[in-house]
């Protein structure tokens, strides 16, 4: 089956769109810059390795969600209520952690993982608060419980 291409898009929200929906796949995108997927209850993998353009990926309430491919020109990863994905990435689950280790920042349910931009170093509280701020995200530093 041949996929119809969306050159314009550059980005994306899916948000509680298809209760059996269990695997996500990007081919008709190719130059989506971000992507929020948001509260989806079955989703169990997410495939965005394709996406060579993918620089933002927001996930939020997708409770079942413990595979995801991503791309190396990802840059910031926010997971947010997915408790099997962010509990692979807090303990370096090897299935998980190789594909995501080169992101520069990485955010799990309010834990700072990985935070390499020196230039906002000394921003990384108020990032955090301010999303805090949206009821969504709730910021700690690294090693704070």
Same mark, same amino acid.
């Given at each position: 089956?041949?996929?119809q291409?969306?050159?314009?898009?550059?980005?994306?929200?899916?948000?509680?769109?298809?209760?059996?929906?269990? *695997? +996500?796949? !990007?081919?008709?995108?190719?130059? %989506?810059?971000?992507?929020a $997927?948001? #509260?989806?209850?079955? &989703?169990?993998?997410?495939?965005?390795?394709?996406?060579?353009?993918?620089q933002?990926?927001?996930?939020?309430?997708?409770?079942?969600?413990?595979?995801?491919?991503?791309?190396?020109?990802? *840059? +910031?990863? !926010?997971?947010?209520?997915?408790? %099997?994905?962010?509990?692979? $990435?807090? #303990?370096?689950?090897? &299935?998980?952690?190789?594909?995501?280790?080169?992101?520069?920042t990485i955010?799990?349910?309010?834990?700072?993982?990985?935070?390499?931009?020196?230039?906002?170093?000394?921003?990384?509280?108020?990032?955090?608060?301010?999303?805090?701020?949206?009821?969504?995200?709730?910021?700690?530093e690294?090693?704070?419980?």
């Amino acid at each position: 089956m041949q996929h119809q291409q969306h050159h314009s898009l550059h980005t994306l929200l899916i948000s509680n769109s298809c209760d059996s929906l269990t *695997s +996500l796949a !990007f081919p008709a995108f190719p130059n %989506l810059n971000n992507l929020a $997927i948001l #509260r989806h209850e079955n &989703l169990t993998s997410l495939e965005v390795s394709q996406l060579q353009y993918l620089q933002y990926l927001f996930i939020h309430g997708c409770p079942k969600l413990q595979s995801i491919r991503v791309p190396a020109s990802l *840059s +910031l990863l !926010f997971i947010s209520e997915c408790p %099997l994905l962010g509990e692979g $990435i807090e #303990r370096k689950d090897p &299935l998980i952690w190789p594909s995501i280790s080169h992101i520069s920042t990485i955010f799990v349910d309010g834990k700072w993982m990985i935070f390499k931009i020196p230039h906002l170093e000394n921003s990384k509280k108020q990032i955090g608060a301010s999303w805090s701020k949206h009821n969504i995200w709730r910021a700690k530093e690294p090693g704070q419980e």
